[in-house]
């Protein structure tokens, strides 16, 4: 269920995408009106996702996990029948969708943490991340397809979620006990557990991640197209490539985590990563750039089930999703920033070095892996050293 309901939750972008202009040409909005459309929607889910994390830690993931889906699948029951003839509306109800994307998404990954133990968490983390990115791609080819029947076809497809919601608040069980502690205790928690060895090297590679992966994706295809002389269509089968070996680094982790720790295989992730942004960074050869993105897309994939592993293991169980929730929070972060810097950036440098700065920063981050080594034994079968006798 944390699978089928964190594929039903992404509908809320990739989904509707396509669908965006058919939108401005009905109600006959600018760029920037459009844009709300997103926002309206990315800000709730960003401002939310702590406390949502902190609720689902003192009344279980149940009631939150259910009442997040349950919300958002009702916006999307209401959203094309309300707003059809009114821009406000729909934006107003994308609010509250956004409200119940917040818990939803993140506590995946906590209900996984809640479930398994070692490489098998890994591996589970692994067929999360397979399952989000072939809905990432599935997902705006079928709402351009339904676009052709209507503006709002694809928006109805979000009521998907509400029979989940609605069957997880009906059958689902918490697996954890968890205290009836205030969420005040459970804020002040997550304020002192920055000291907690690990936990700010968690939230750093989870931010550091995923400000390299937006900043690929907001201005790769400018680079590559304008100063390299490509076609569009090489700069998108070069960011496809990459996030389809992202699939394959995923679905493999559960395999790393039983030949050595996991923390040797992030910070190898990280240089790798770092090392091709360098050539991304100055080659324009389509036929170079296609085995890099193999490389780097595979790194991703791999350091992104790797953290959120260690997160969901991290801690103990009554405080699992706030720690998640406020990883969510830092790797939004790194979301917003990445395209915002990188654009003033280039007010003063060329792309290709902003790209080449990305690229020693990642690499500098590989020291920053080290406190995880703690974590190691919660997701890496524990591999004997020669001449040491085990203990079955």
Same mark, same amino acid.
């Not at 009442?67 to 958002?72: E, I, S």
């Given at each position: 269920?944390?699978?089928?309901?964190?594929?039903? /939750? #992404?509908?809320?972008? +990739?989904?509707?995408?396509?669908a965006l202009p058919a939108l401005a040409e009905r109600f006959v909005l600018t760029e920037s009106e459009v844009s709300l459309v997103i926002s309206v929607y990315l800000i709730p889910a960003a401002l939310a996702s702590i406390p949502a994390g902190l609720l689902a830690d003192r009344f279980g993931r149940r009631w939150v996990f259910g009442?997040?889906?349950?919300?958002?699948g009702l916006a999307g029951l209401f959203l094309p029948l309300v707003a059809q003839g009114s821009f406000g509306a729909?934006? /107003? #109800?994308?609010?509250? +969708?956004?409200?119940?994307f917040a818990p939803a998404f993140p506590l995946t990954i906590t209900i996984l943490g809640d479930l398994y133990r070692g490489p098998q968490l890994v591996s589970a983390q692994g067929r999360r991340s397979v399952l989000m990115?072939?809905?990432d791609g599935a997902y705006p080819i079928l709402g351009g397809i339904l676009v052709g029947l209507s503006w709002m076809a694809p928006w109805y497809l979000q009521i998907v979620a509400l029979p989940f919601g609605l069957l997880v608040l009906l059958t689902f069980k918490d697996w954890v006990p968890l205290r009836r502690r205030g969420v005040m205790s459970g804020l002040v928690w997550l304020w002192r557990s920055t000291r907690l060895k690990g936990t700010m090297s968690l939230h750093y590679v989870g931010f550091i991640r995923f400000f390299v992966k937006f900043g690929l994706l907001s201005y790769l295809p400018?680079?590559?197209?304008?100063?390299?002389?490509?076609t569009a269509a090489q700069a998108g089968l070069i960011l496809g490539t990459a996030a389809l070996c992202g699939t394959l680094g995923a679905?493999?982790?559960?395999?790393?985590?039983q030949v050595g720790p996991g923390s040797r295989w992030v910070a190898l992730a990280i240089v790798l990563q770092g090392v091709t942004l360098v050539v991304i960074a100055y080659v324009g050869d389509v036929w170079i750039l296609m085995p890099v993105a193999v490389v780097y897309g595979l790194g991703d994939g791999v350091l992104g089930t790797f953290v959120n592993?260690?997160?969901?293991?991290?801690t103990d169980p009554e405080h699992r999703a706030s720690l998640v929730a406020a990883n969510g929070a830092i790797k939004?972060?790194?979301k917003l920033l990445a395209p915002i810097l990188l654009g003033l950036a280039v007010l003063w440098i060329p792309l290709s070095a902003a790209f080449a700065i990305m690229a020693v920063s990642m690499v500098l981050s590989a020291p920053a892996v080290r406190p995880l080594r703690v974590y190691d034994d919660r997701v890496s079968k524990r591999i004997p050293k020669p001449g040491k006798a085990t203990m079955e």
């Open positions: 269920m944390a699978h089928l309901g964190g594929m039903a /939750v #992404i509908t809320g972008v +990739q989904l509707i995408s396509p009442a997040g889906l349950t919300l958002f729909l934006l /107003v #109800i994308r609010f509250f +969708q956004g409200l119940g990115s072939v809905a400018l680079l590559l197209v304008v100063s390299r002389d490509m679905a493999i982790s559960g395999a790393l985590a592993s260690y997160l969901a293991t991290a939004n972060l790194g």
